[in-house]
């Protein structure tokens, strides 16, 4: 899992164009919208891009998205779980 | 017209009123004078010029005068470094597109960074021109005061063709 959550912030870092930000500057449990990272919209819908991109995962389902997008740790174990790649 | 202030941004250099403050790039000038709005680093290369000469050229202003202030932009390539990569996301059979990209196809978003930056709620708008008409522009400008006369216009080219060529030529200007 640990190997999972670098990834995804390495990912995220460079899809969401985070100059100046390295993985370790991220919490893996802090909140990635509102506080935390401060992301918006947008970046939700390019977390999404690449979810599918990456992992092969669809989300089918807009409600779920609050739960899974709640902060990298809680992405890493959703896709932990449902990954297709 | 007078003219309050003027920015001129280049690959080499950049001049507030007629003085050279930086030799640096563009994200180079927004660590050097700027630093604190991370939503920097996500605006496409026609915002970030337009953004960082906003920034600079509108020190001293206070909040009240920006409030009422317009906003009226040039440019000869509009977006098309960002259309142009925002195609390339869609161009395989499987492709991902980039929301991230597709915001910024539109040359006059960066009227909106600004504005929202600032707390502009005047007139923005935004010209794509065949080249840099002075006459035209200017013409453009007086109209803005035929309506609700603004405290004032930050107005000018703001062109990105790439990273070697670029220009920021704005002014803050008043009746």
């Known amino acids: ?85 | 017209m007078t003219t309050l202030a003027h920015i001129r941004i280049t690959p080499s250099e950049t001049l507030l009123n007629g003085k050279v403050i930086s030799n640096s790039n563009i994200s180079g000038i927004y660590r050097e004078f700027i630093g604190d709005y991370p939503k920097f680093f996500k605006m496409d290369s026609l915002c970030k010029l337009g953004f960082i000469a906003a920034e600079l050229i509108l020190k001293g202003q206070t909040p009240e005068q920006k409030e009422n202030a317009s906003i009226i932009l040039f440019n000869r390539n509009g977006s098309l470094i960002t259309d142009r990569n925002y195609q390339k996301t869609i161009a395989d059979d499987n492709y991902f597109p980039s929301p991230a990209l597709f915001v910024y196809t539109l040359a006059n978003i960066v009227t909106g960074e600004i504005a929202i930056r600032h707390k502009i709620y005047g007139e923005s708008s935004f010209y794509v021109l065949s080249h840099q008409d002075d006459e035209m522009m200017l013409d453009v400008v007086k109209n803005a005061y035929l309506t609700s006369p603004p405290s004032f216009i930050l107005t000018g080219w703001v062109d990105y063709e790439d990273e070697g060529n670029y220009l920021a030529d704005i002014k803050l200007v008043t009746k």
């Open chain 1, 1 to 85: 899992m640990e190997n999972l959550i670098l990834q995804l912030k390495n990912q995220i870092i460079e899809v969401l164009n985070l100059e100046d930000m390295t993985a370790e500057d991220i919490d893996a449990e802090a909140p990635l919208f509102g506080d935390g990272l401060g992301l918006d919209s947008i970046d939700a819908l390019e977390l999404i891009v690449l979810l599918e991109r990456e992992y092969g995962i669809k989300l089918s389902n807009p409600a779920e998205g609050k739960q899974i997008f709640k902060s990298i740790a809680s992405i890493a174990d959703y896709v932990s779980k449902n990954r297709k790649k």
